[in-house]
């Protein structure tokens, strides 16, 4: 329930109604006439407000990380890892072996940052040519 709408006696007096945001605690008043499109209104903003949190959130925790020992300190820390990958099955398993961490998804996107731009794999040091992002699960 994203929006609480509040009528007392005094309102319908006042031929309005308030409207109490769930996500900001914020309150405001529209005319009951209007009362649709102000709540269709505080729906796209609070869509916008919760998509911009969530993403905000993810993008700040995604860490580029060139080794093993990045990697751990990155997950150690509740990040998702953005590294490159050579392909083979040994490493991904190593890093679920040592690492905990599990293969979540390749961006279709596969430019790799400055950071990775050595293009390496994370687990062995070869050639990589696979962005990957590694994450653990809680
Ligand atoms: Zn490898």
């Known amino acids: 329930m994203p929006i609480r709408l509040e ?3 005094r309102d319908i007096e006042n031929g309005q ?11 405001s008043t529209a ?9 269709k209104t505080l729906l796209d903003e609070i869509h916008e407000n919760m998509f911009k949190q969530s993403h905000d959130f993810t993008y700040s925790h995604i860490v580029d990380c060139e080794n093993m020992d990045e990697m751990k300190t990155a997950l150690d820390n509740k990040n ?8 083979c099955r040994e490493c991904e ?13 390749m961006p279709f996107d596969q430019t790799p940052s400055d950071r990775l731009k050595a293009k390496k794999c994370v ?16």
């Open 7 to 9: 009528l007392g006696p």
């Open 17 to 27: 109604v308030v409207l109490a945001r769930r996500d900001t605690n914020e309150k």
């Open 31 to 39: 005319p009951i006439d209007n009362v649709v499109e102000a709540v």
């Open 80 to 87: 998702f890892v953005r590294t490159l990958w050579c392909g």
């Open 93 to 105: 398993d190593k890093i679920k072996a040592d690492l905990q961490a599990t293969s979540r998804c």
């Open 123 to 138: 687990c062995c040091g070869k050639p990589a040519n696979n962005l990957i992002y590694f994450a653990r699960a809680y």
